[in-house]
Nanobody, 116 residues
Framework: QVQLVESGGGLVQPGGSLRLSCAAS????????MAWYRQAPGNQREWVAS???????NYADSVKGRFTISRDNPKNMVYLQMNSLKPEDTAVYYCSTLRPNGVRAWGQGTQVTVSS
């Protein structure tokens, strides 16, 4: 059973930084591509960043150069370092991966609010 638990969200001023964490269980973590998504009120959930089993990364254009996704396979952890935060980054951030049955798994989400 795949389980994902996010943490690290909070309130931060524009230009500030925040680091999100995702603890994974119920899968062979090192085999999976992991991803971060976000969803703002009234908006669709959008993909933010991904990291492959071997450490290759990809980012949405909106966060490229500001966010960094990383993983620690021995700890079954995924991280999202967010720098130079903007008000438009305000959203609930979700950790995600694909289950063996092809259905995407989601964590419960953690709120990130960027406001002065």
């Amino acid at each position: 059973q795949v389980q994902l638990v996010e943490s690290g969200g909070g309130l931060v001023q524009p230009g500030g930084s925040l680091r999100l964490s995702c603890a994974a269980s119920g899968m062979i973590f090192s085999f999976n591509t992991m991803a971060w998504y976000r969803q703002a009120p009234g908006n669709q959930r959008e993909w933010v960043a991904s990291i492959t089993s071997s450490g290759g990364t990809n980012y949405a254009d909106s966060v490229k150069g500001r966010f960094t996704i990383s993983r620690d396979n021995p700890k079954n952890m995924v991280y999202l370092q967010m720098n130079s935060l903007k008000p438009e980054d305000t959203a609930v951030y979700y950790c995600s991966t694909l289950r063996p049955n092809g259905v995407r798994a989601w964590g419960q989400g953690t709120q990130v609010t960027v406001s002065s």
